[in-house]
């Protein structure tokens, strides 16, 4: 009987520490870590390396301070427009490269400040590598001591406005003097905060340049 007792109470002992011990096993587990960089996947960091081959140097972009829905992706689109059509939701932050089977190239904008904006639907007229930089004569009268010194214009580089690429918008054949663009201030994306125009991050003006021809219908919610 001693030595069925004894038995008995080591099974009893075993059955009340299994689940302590299992719930220890847990909690290990479920520490977070405590690495304080953010995990940025291989294949989206490759697409904001510094681009080789280019006329001027384009910074590599430090993704972990964009906010990922910002940065270029395949998405699940539905729109009534033509696969090729450039949607730009100003509301949202978003600018859409229509694909087929309901997909879209969607890149991350920062847009222009509430009422100057454009809106409606254009077209791109032409597209420039390294483009050259004029300040419009409502942007100088409204702001002459940040455009007054490029009223003749800024020759393309590093360090002008629109970055490496610019499309021009027109409609019904007149320049509606918008543009979509890069920026040499990756951190506003997302944002409101420009004298108008359409700006991406360079790396994505750079791949939405090569997507798309002189020609095609720009929307612009």
Same mark, same amino acid.
């Given at each position: 009987? %001693? ?8 099974? +009893? ?5 299994? *689940? ?17 960089? *953010?995990?940025?996947? *291989? ?12 006329? $001027? /140097?384009?910074?590599? =972009? ?18 009534? #427009? ?11 932050? $978003? ?25 409606? %639907? ?8 390294? *483009? ?11 702001? &002459? ?24 918008? $027109?409609?019904?054949?007149?320049? %509606?003097? $918008? ?6 201030? /990756?951190? %506003?994306?997302?944002?409101?905060? +420009? +004298? ?6 360079? #790396? ?8 798309? &021809?002189?020609?095609?219908?720009? =929307?612009?919610?």
């Amino acid at each position: 009987m %001693t030595i069925n007792r004894l038995t008995k109470t080591r099974t +009893s002992l075993a059955v009340i520490l299994l *689940p302590l011990l299992l719930g220890g096993c847990a909690t290990t587990q479920s520490v977070p870590s405590t690495d304080p960089m *953010p995990y940025v996947d *291989p294949a989206t960091a490759a697409r904001y390396v510094a681009p080789v081959g280019e006329e $001027f /140097p384009v910074a590599p =972009v430090d993704i972990s301070k964009i906010d990922p829905k910002n940065l270029r992706q395949i998405v699940d689109y539905q729109t009534d #427009q033509p696969p090729g059509t450039i949607v730009v939701d100003t509301a949202n932050r $978003f600018l859409y490269l229509v694909q087929e089977g309901g997909k879209a190239m969607r890149y991350g904008v920062g847009v222009g400040k509430e009422g100057l904006e454009f809106k409606g %639907t254009a077209t791109i007229n032409h597209k420039r590598e390294w *483009p050259r930089w004029t300040p419009t004569q409502d942007m100088i009268k409204r702001e &002459p001591e940040r455009y007054a010194q490029w009223a003749a214009g800024m020759e393309g580089g590093s360090e002008n406005p629109l970055g490496p690429r610019a499309l021009y918008l $027109f409609k019904d054949g007149q320049d %509606t003097l $918008f543009r979509i663009h890069g920026t040499t201030q /990756p951190e %506003t994306i997302g944002q409101a905060v +420009s +004298s108008g125009c359409i700006r991406l991050i360079n #790396q994505d003006v750079i791949d939405l340049y090569s997507r798309v &021809p002189d020609g095609s219908q720009v =929307v612009v919610l």
